[in-house]
């Protein structure tokens, strides 16, 4: 079991920077995959980012690529998303997930936060 809770959500400008976290409680955390999705209203929830058990491989929705790095810290349990020169277009709820293995479909992610909302005004 790992219960997950995002923060760092909040209001930015276009053109300006947010870094989200996530704290996992358990002592499994090294053991699962870590991702990012989002959900913007009355879209479907997308795949964003995720990373490895290791941290060493990085994977990014096209949308964000370049924009966008996902971190982890297995000794404090956290997981992190540095979003750069966000766009209006980034604006959702941004949930944290774990999984068992690399895999950017949402159904594949066993546990989920509660998710932290960013919004990005022109």
């Known amino acids: 079991q790992v219960q997950l809770v995002e923060s760092g959500g909040g209001l930015v400008q276009a053109g300006g920077s947010l870094r989200l976290s996530c704290a996992a409680s358990?002592?499994?955390?090294?053991?699962?995959?870590m991702g990012w999705f989002r959900q913007a209203p009355g879209k479907e929830r997308e795949f964003v980012a995720f990373i490895s058990r290791s941290g060493e491989s990085t994977y990014y929705a096209d949308s964000v690529k370049g924009r966008f790095a996902i971190s982890r810290d297995n000794a404090k349990n956290t997981v992190a998303l540095q979003m750069n020169s966000l766009k209006p277009e980034d604006t959702a709820i941004y949930y944290c997930a774990a999984a068992f293995g690399p895999t950017i479909s949402r159904y594949d992610y066993r546990y989920w936060g509660q998710g932290t909302q960013v919004t990005v005004s022109s």
């Open positions: 358990g002592r499994t955390f090294s053991s699962y995959t």
